[in-house]
């Protein structure tokens, strides 16, 4: 993501650009069921958005999905 800044009028401190890092695995087996896994921001770097609320850190998901 490119630089931002911090308020509403663009004129505070600047935010550098980010680098998030994600990775994912979906393995579909049978026909009907599928399962994900996925690890997003990985390196746990610390962020910021352009009000300077704290991005969060390392989140894992995991999703089952079975159609019937």
Known sequence: MDKNYYG???MF???RDRKIHNAGLSI???TNFTCTFEV???TDREFYDAI???LPGI???ATFE???
Do not use: D, Q, T
């Open 8 to 10: 509403p009028a663009n």
């Open 13 to 15: 401190y600047e935010i």
């Open 28 to 30: 579909k087996s049978f």
């Open 40 to 42: 997003k921001n990985f």
């Open 52 to 54: 300077g609320f704290p």
């Open 59 to 61: 989140s894992y998901f």
């Open 66 to 68: 079975w159609k019937f």
